[in-house]
């Protein structure tokens, strides 16, 4: 409801996740939830920007955090990186720091979180961007703050291999909605081995179990091969999760198959093979229930295999989220080793730690980020300052001076000479758009939008987002296709 009012999240449609009894998470009716919730406070938070009540600090890294000599925290020291190479230094006061720098699961360094509490784990790939480092944890440690459950990070069941790059340790997420809406997990024999509406740590296990190893000690070997399987959709469970399918369509992970000879042809495997493994889901969908307890048969393949159109692509399991991290109180407060709280220093999100306990369940880590935001961002004060509607917040100004000119044409031509990152012009909807200056702050990172520099992107823009996100941005031209 915060998410809904505060910021205008449309989080209609309600969803059922794996390891979930029941429809319990909410989404967008369009676009993708993570998208949608970070564009929105995104933009509230820029409309503070804007009236001169805060300053968003870019290309800065924070180095330390600044102590009293009572222990508080009173502010942070760190390096602004300028483009000429010469880092100035800089050093900020305050009487409240809050860290929501991420986890470490991204961190395969020597002597990293990783390497020293899942070591095993190193060479897994993750979904979690660069970022991902554990910084917000040792600048905490610094500061005297206790961690919990640093040996806790989550394996999540589906991250998708891509057939250009199978080999990079970062990987896109195949959300957890694709085996909600009905989607199926196929090994390389062909045989479903789970319920694919387990928990995460249910999944990966029967995944991980599939090395003879692993399946005798239950300790997963850093040397092993990370094992790959199938994720496959009928259409109607693709239409269950249909932004999401085009989503990954458009990112060539996942394919469009016409037929059961053909999806067996995609798995290099006999048709009967792969024609007797869903047979037989079919007919355990009509007992209701499976060998594996799996009571929820959702996006079921129709009964003439042949017709089916189908939506496969390979997955493997990737390091996702970390349950440890900065030990916190319930509002929020860091606490040291003695579980006393350190003036001055809150935490929120997956930089903290305890919240979730062994594992967590999908949908929780935007929870978490909301529930602990607004509680860290209730109880810090704020000093008084003009009211909001006495500065326009609104992007444009919204009076009649504000009014755009016209806008003029643009061919195919001039667009594909705006092709890079420091030059980067999109199509969106017939509406070409300077993206340059947006590239470094796009939240899922530049490539998503370099990658379409020069080009018409709207298929790929309406996979993810909702049309209300380009109110903030304002078109430079109509794309007139010559």
């Known amino acids: 409801q915060w998410l809904k009012d505060r910021v205008g999240v449309d989080l209609s449609v309600l ?19 993570g998208a949608e919730i970070i564009y929105n ?9 804007n009236s001169g009540m805060v300053k968003i ?12 000599d009572s222990g508080a925290v009173v502010g942070v020291e760190g390096v602004k990186m300028t483009k000429d190479g010469k880092n100035e230094t800089i050093s900020l006061t305050s009487p409240n720091v809050v860290l929501a720098t991420g986890g470490f699961a991204s961190d395969r360094s020597s002597g990293s979180y990783l390497d020293r509490y899942r070591p095993e784990l190193m060479r897994m790939p993750a979904t979690a961007g660069e970022f991902s480092t554990g910084d917000g944890i040792t600048l905490g440690t610094s500061a005297g703050a206790g961690i919990v459950d640093m ?7 589906t991250g998708w291999v891509d057939p250009k790059d199978p080999s990079n340790p970062g990987k896109i997420l195949a959300g957890e909605l694709m085996r909600g809406v009905g989607g199926i997990l196929m090994n390389h024999e062909g045989e479903r081995f789970c319920n694919e509406l387990g928990t995460r740590a249910y999944v990966v296990d029967k995944m991980f179990g599939h090395d003879p190893q692993y399946a005798k000690t239950k300790t997963w070997n850093v040397d092993t091969e990370i094992p790959t399987f199938s994720l496959v959709l009928s259409a109607s469970a693709a239409e269950g999760a249909q932004k999401h399918v085009d989503h990954y369509l458009n990112k060539g992970l996942l394919t469009r198959i016409d037929g059961l000879d053909a ?38 393949p129709q009964k003439d295999l042949s017709s089916e159109v189908f939506y496969a692509g390979t997955v493997t399991p ?8 900065l030990t916190i109180d319930k509002d929020g407060n860091v606490l040291n080793e003695s579980k006393e709280i350190i003036p001055g220093l809150h935490a929120a999100g997956e930089v903290s730690g305890g919240v979730h306990g062994d594992n967590r369940l999908g949908g929780n880590s935007l929870l978490e980020c909301t529930v602990f935001g607004t509680i860290v961002g209730k109880k810090i004060p704020i000093r008084p300052r003009n009211s909001i509607q ?22 195919t031509d001039e667009l594909q000479h705006h092709n890079t990152e420091d030059d980067c012009w999109v199509v969106i909807h017939g509406l070409v758009y300077d993206l340059t200056d947006f590239v470094d702050e796009h939240p899922a990172g530049p490539e998503s939008i370099t990658e379409l520099a020069g080009k018409d992107g709207t298929e790929e823009f309406q996979a993810v987002h909702g049309e209300n996100i380009l109110e903030d941005f304002d078109p430079i031209g109509t794309f007139v296709p010559v």
């Open 263 to 300: 999806l067996a042809n995609w798995m290099k495997l006999p048709v009967a093979k792969v024609k007797a493994s869903l047979l037989e889901y079919q007919r355990d969908a009509k007992k209701g229930k499976d060998a594996w307890g799996k009571v929820t048969f959702n996006g079921v």
């Open 41 to 49: 406070i995104q933009r509230a938070v820029k409309t503070y920007e």
């Open 151 to 157: 040996d806790k990070v989550q394996v999540h069941p």
């Open 15 to 33: 969803a059922q996740l794996g390891g979930h009894g029941h429809k319990r998470t909410h989404r967008p009716n369009q676009g993708m939830v």
């Open 57 to 68: 600090m870019v290309d800065t890294r924070v180095t330390q955090l600044k102590r009293n």
């Open 390 to 411: 006495s500065n326009n917040l609104q992007q444009g100004g919204g009076g009649a001076a504000d009014k755009p000119a016209e806008l003029r044409n643009i061919s």
């Open 318 to 325: 990737v390091l996702h989220y970390c349950m440890g991290g």
